[in-house]
């Protein structure tokens, strides 16, 4: 069974460029987390999208957006890049039925992020 | 406020000498405590979910027990390929999401 497949495995961009990652969840997942991992800084929760909808968003700027499609596929997009956006870009998916054993996430390999 | 604290920050161990990461946690209804293993460069690997305190659980050379405020990965005889950062995370409360520690990084030394 594949699991979390994320693209492209390495980003280089501009200061006050855009940036696309893409994310494919394990089949059956409905349910797509985004997470940044800064040097330092451990995981920081991002968005979180199930069936389709937004459900929840970390602390970041709205230049911080994504969207999930009917495949259940997920495209994270960071507007206006800064130099500190530089991170890994990690996506996750889960079960996504509001249960506590359907809560364990797991992981693609991330996008390195860097901003130049 | 929901927060979660690891400990220590990095480990460094020889092989076979026995030891225990620390995860400890503040939430509101606690509904999973999660451990995982990240390597350089790739997404953090499930290990464990702990849903109660006084639960344990093992595979090979780790085992994760839980309390009601902090989570305890023992480490048996580690081995070099045990070297790696253990994440620990919590879910709780209204949000359905994971939490993260920021990691205990362990080195092994053969």
């Known amino acids: 069974e594949a699991g979390v497949t994320q693209s492209p495995t390495h980003l280089i961009k501009t200061r006050g460029q855009q940036a696309t990652l893409r994310c494919s969840p394990i089949?059956?997942?409905?349910?797509v987390y985004w997470y940044q991992q800064a040097l330092g800084l451990g995981l920081q929760f991002l968005l979180w999208?199930?069936?389709?909808?937004?459900?929840n968003r970390g602390n970041f700027p709205p230049r911080f957006s994504g969207r999930q499609f009917p495949n259940y596929s997920s495209e994270l997009n960071v507007n206006a890049l800064e130099l500190e956006d530089s991170a890994l870009y990690l996506c996750?998916?889960?079960?996504?039925?509001?249960?506590?054993?359907?809560?364990?996430?797991?992981f693609g390999s991330g996008t390195q992020l860097s901003v130049l | 406020e929901d927060q979660v604290t690891q400990s220590p920050e990095a480990l460094r161990l020889q092989e076979g000498e026995s030891s225990s990461l620390n995860c400890s946690y503040t939430?509101?209804?606690?509904?999973?405590l999660f451990w995982y293993r990240q390597d350089p460069g790739k997404g953090p690997e499930f290990l464990f979910t702990?849903?109660?305190a006084g639960e344990e659980k093992e595979k090979e050379r780790l085992k994760a027990t839980l309390t009601k405020k902090e989570s305890f990965l023992h480490i048996t005889a580690p081995k070099p390929e045990d070297s790696a950062t253990y994440l620990c995370?919590?879910?709780?409360?209204?949000?359905?999401?994971?939490?993260f520690g920021k990691g205990t990084l362990l080195t092994v030394n053969p």
């Open positions: 996750a998916s889960s079960l996504g039925q509001y249960t506590p054993t359907n809560e364990k996430l797991f």
């Open positions: 089949s059956g997942h409905t349910s």
């Open positions: 999208y199930d069936e389709g909808e937004e459900r």
């Open positions: 939430v509101s209804g606690l509904r999973g």
């Open positions: 702990l849903y109660s």
């Open positions: 995370a919590f879910s709780g409360g209204s949000n359905y999401k994971l939490t």
